[in-house]
């Protein structure tokens, strides 16, 4: 089939490189002009690093079934179903931003010329699809033509950095339709799924919408739950990874989802959880747990900085600290949220003079504070080995493979003092311990 993915963030390049892969034709529209310039290019450039992204849109690419553009009349004109990929960013208020998305719903009432089906693919409140279909018809109205058009919620449930894998193995798709023709063209698009025995539920658009929501807003909480416990049994002298895996083996709980740390960062657990909540106070409903889940969530990376300052008796001037782990997590180079950037503030502001090093994101955190007043109190490590001379202590935020598997015995040698604050539980607390390290965790 041939398909439009408006916006090429994170999923509309992901979504489109997979759907080229299983044999579709993908157009992918983005009004960065840089962006488009960049994937057009021989040496293709990809705006972010995903594990296995690269590849697919390289071999699609050159077999023909996958291309770029910034014009969105050629998109529309060439497809049958266009996605809606743009973003839908946290208004001050917590609200979802909307009007990426009814951007386009605006440019494509302007320039479709035949039966289309327009596809909610960013994440989107219950509503937003009925608001889609009024604002291209109005514009159909305004040309005075009467194209028919379908409007679909199709939410997307992939994780940075296992994006390709969550797409092309899904534990599930979720399609909102509201006629049976887009319900077939819809089946007809994720066949080499359903053939492949993954499952796709069909059901009404509200409820898609909302599914994406409960989805997130549940997985958010049962990490801001799981906090709570490690925080619990720091002060009862429980062991959290044995309650871990004592609560995590019963199947209705499940070991997912249950790694205790610095919470949730990233660009959707916090905007999806703030989003909800704010649905719920327009409908004067008040969600007492998911408003707990944020208060919880922006208390823990403050519980860690207070450790680390209490540690220190409140001094932190000219102390000098590695921080390893800079992204919202590992296997990826995005840092929207991540709780090291509310450390690296905070830890700056006391005075202290940080070395830093994270596989993939420092390039991010150099632009981010490019205009902070104490960026010359950053240095940034191009090894994580690099960032530990004279360092007073270690900060651990994001758990990337090379810190998990670092040699202890380095470490130590090459720190000033060997004083690990590890906010994602890397290692064993009794090794640590024995090894002569002052160690940290959570719980
Ligand atoms: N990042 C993720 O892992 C996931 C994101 N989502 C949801 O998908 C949506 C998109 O997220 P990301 O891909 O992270 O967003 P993003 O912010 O990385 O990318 C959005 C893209 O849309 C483009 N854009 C904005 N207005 C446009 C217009 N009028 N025409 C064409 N392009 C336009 C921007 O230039 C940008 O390249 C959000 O609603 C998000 O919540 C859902 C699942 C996973
Ligand atoms: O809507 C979205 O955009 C996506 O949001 C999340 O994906 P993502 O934000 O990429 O990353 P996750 O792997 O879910 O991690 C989110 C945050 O939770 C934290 N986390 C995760 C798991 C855990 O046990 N503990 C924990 O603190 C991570 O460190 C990270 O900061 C969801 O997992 C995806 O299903 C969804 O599609």
Redesign the pocket.
């Known amino acids: 089939m041939k398909l439009a993915m408006?916006?090429?963030?994170?999923?509309?390049?992901v979504t489109g490189a997979c759907f080229a892969q299983t044999g579709h034709e993908v157009i992918c529209?983005?009004?960065?002009s840089k962006?488009i310039e960049g994937l057009r290019k021989n040496e293709i450039e990809i705006?972010?690093y995903e594990p296995g992204l690269k590849d697919y849109v390289k071999l699609n690419v050159a077999a023909g079934r996958l291309s770029f553009t910034t014009d969105?009349n050629q998109a529309v004109s060439q497809s049958q179903v266009i996605f809606i990929?743009?973003?839908?960013?946290s208004r001050e208020d917590g609200s979802?931003d909307l009007r990426?998305v009814y951007?386009?719903a605006r440019?494509v009432g302007q320039t479709m010329q035949e039966y289309k089906i327009v596809v909610d693919?960013?994440?989107?409140p219950v509503g937003t699809a009925a608001r889609v279909r009024q604002l291209i018809a109005k514009e159909l109205a305004r040309r005075g033509t009467n194209l028919t058009f379908d409007v679909v919620s199709n939410?997307?449930?992939?994780?940075?950095g296992s994006?390709i894998d969550d797409f092309m193995r899904p534990d599930r798709i979720v399609v909102g339709v509201e006629s049976p023709e887009a319900e077939r063209i819809m089946q007809e698009l994720y066949k080499p799924w359903t053939d492949g025995k993954f499952e796709l539920f069909v059901m009404e658009v509200p409820s898609a919408e909302m599914t994406?929501y409960a989805a997130n807003s549940f997985l958010a909480t049962k990490i801001s739950f799981i906090n709570e416990i490690a925080n619990l049994c720091a002060l009862t002298g429980a062991n959290i990874k044995s309650v871990q895996k004592g609560m995590g083996s019963d199947k209705r709980i499940g070991p997912h989802f249950l790694y205790p740390g610095l919470g949730y960062g990233?660009?959707?657990f916090p905007?999806?959880v703030k989003a909800l909540v704010y649905i719920a106070q327009t409908l004067a409903y008040n969600f007492k747990i998911l408003e707990a889940t944020e208060i919880v969530n922006q208390a823990q990376r403050h519980r860690f900085i207070l450790e680390i300052t209490r540690y220190f008796q409140n001094n932190l001037e000219g102390k000098k600290l590695a921080l390893w782990g800079l992204a919202f997590k590992p296997e990826t180079d995005?840092i929207r949220e991540a709780p090291s950037l509310t450390i690296i503030e905070r830890l700056l502001e006391m005075g202290a003079e940080l070395s830093v090093h994270d596989p993939e994101a420092m390039k991010e955190v150099q632009f981010y504070f490019r205009k902070h007043a104490n960026r010359d109190r950053i240095t940034y490590a191009d090894l994580p080995e690099a960032a530990l001379p004279k360092a007073e202590a270690l900060i651990i935020n994001t758990e990337w493979e090379v810190y998990k598997n670092a040699e202890l015995n380095l470490i130590k040698s090459r720190m000033k003092n060997p004083v690990v604050f590890d906010g994602r539980n890397i290692y064993d607390p009794a090794k640590m311990r024995e090894m002569g390290f002052t160690y940290f965790f959570v719980g």
């Open positions: 408006i916006g090429v963030g994170y999923v509309g390049l529209m983005d009004i960065d962006k705006p972010i969105l990929c743009v973003g839908t960013p979802a990426y951007e386009v440019s693919k960013s994440t989107v939410p997307e449930f992939l994780r940075e994006a994406k990233g660009s959707c905007k999806d995005d």
